[in-house]
């Protein structure tokens, strides 16, 4: 899956500039215009190629796109993609958004804690666009939205993309095998488990009850029961999170049993 295919940022070397304000240095590389723009084009767009973002861009030159694609790659926010897509030159060679790219677009779109002012037209596009690099969520996002919870699923995806690196490959914050996993947990299981306050070693920014207004629980873990695939997840990450407490559980009780014979 190519969101899992380049699961960290590699950082870049920068010179800090007097005066000028970094506020997303902590969670991305900080990107020249060129290569905002270029990875700008290719989430809301799709796959392309230098010449294909030199058009788009209306760069000047070639060479700003394919310096600037090839800057993207280094870092994990595109990916070079093995088949060319139909009816294009064959011997093109063709970049795609990552997840971590998808993520760093969209979190440019949310970057207001007021919903009011997110582009949720534009969120909506990226989330169809790339469904299958994030199929539980990006998948989702119409369904979602069918069923009143247009405004969780955006609060959500805001701390996903806020708190991107602790859903890393590498990072053990959240139980899962992978990136998406990772996110699937915190997105669907954290908000039932904290909002009943089973869970209390997770950052409350990440876990809290974002996105539910009264009763919004309710529907969420309805909605959820009635999709047969965030269902099957939900199921095997609860069995999976039950064997965890219950192993803790043991231990604890051995070791009780221990000190007071």
């Given at each position: 899956?190519?969101?899992?295919?380049?699961?960290?940022?590699?950082?870049?070397?920068i010179?800090?500039?007097?005066?000028?304000?970094y506020?997303?240095l902590?969670?991305?590389?900080v990107?020249?215009e060129?290569?905002?723009?270029?990875?700008?084009k290719l989430?809301e767009?799709?796959?392309?190629?230098a010449y294909?973002i030199k058009?788009?861009?209306?760069?000047?030159?070639?060479n700003l796109?394919?310096?600037?694609?090839?800057?993207?790659?280094?870092m994990?926010?595109?990916?070079?993609l093995?088949?060319?897509?139909?009816?294009?030159?064959?011997?093109a060679?063709?970049h795609?958004?990552?997840?971590?790219?998808v993520?760093y677009?969209?979190?440019?779109?949310?970057?207001s804690a007021?919903?009011?002012?997110w582009?949720k037209?534009?969120i909506?596009?990226i989330?169809?666009n790339h469904?299958?690099?994030?199929?539980?969520?990006?998948?989702?996002w119409?369904?979602?939205?069918?069923?009143?919870?247009?405004?969780?699923?955006l609060?959500r995806?805001?701390?996903v993309a806020?708190?991107r690196?602790?859903?890393?490959?590498?990072r053990?914050?959240?139980p899962?095998?992978?990136?998406?996993?990772?996110?699937?947990?915190?997105?669907y299981v954290?908000p039932?488990l904290?909002?009943?306050?089973?869970v209390?070693?997770f950052?409350?920014?990440?876990?809290?009850?974002?996105?539910?207004a009264?009763g919004?629980l309710?529907?969420?873990?309805?909605a959820?029961?009635?999709?047969?695939?965030i269902?099957?997840f939900?199921?095997?990450?609860?069995?999976d999170y039950k064997?965890r407490?219950?192993?803790?559980?043991?231990?604890v009780?051995?070791?009780?049993?221990f000190?007071?014979e």
């Open positions: 899956m190519i969101g899992d295919a380049a699961g960290v940022i590699k950082p870049r070397s010179k800090i500039k007097r005066g000028r304000s506020p997303n902590r969670l991305y590389p990107l020249t060129s290569e905002e723009k270029i990875l700008e989430v767009t799709g796959p392309a190629s294909g058009k788009n861009a209306r760069f000047t030159s070639y796109a394919h310096s600037g694609l090839r800057a993207l790659e280094y994990g926010l595109v990916v070079r093995e088949k060319t897509p139909e009816e294009a030159r064959l011997d060679i063709f795609d958004a990552t997840l971590n790219g993520l677009i969209i979190q440019k779109k949310i970057i007021d919903t009011g002012v582009e037209k534009g909506t596009k989330a169809c469904k299958l690099k994030l199929p539980l969520v990006f998948g989702k119409e369904y979602l939205r069918s069923r009143g919870l247009e405004e969780t699923a609060s995806l805001k701390i806020d708190n690196p602790n859903f890393e490959d590498g053990r914050m959240f899962g095998r992978s990136m998406t996993e990772r996110i699937y947990w915190m997105f954290l039932i904290s909002w009943n306050n089973v209390g070693d950052d409350d920014h990440v876990v809290g009850g974002a996105g539910f009264d919004g309710d529907n969420w873990k309805k959820c029961k009635e999709d047969e695939e269902r099957a939900m199921v095997g990450a609860f069995k064997t407490l219950e192993s803790g559980f043991h231990l009780n051995q070791t009780l049993q000190m007071l």
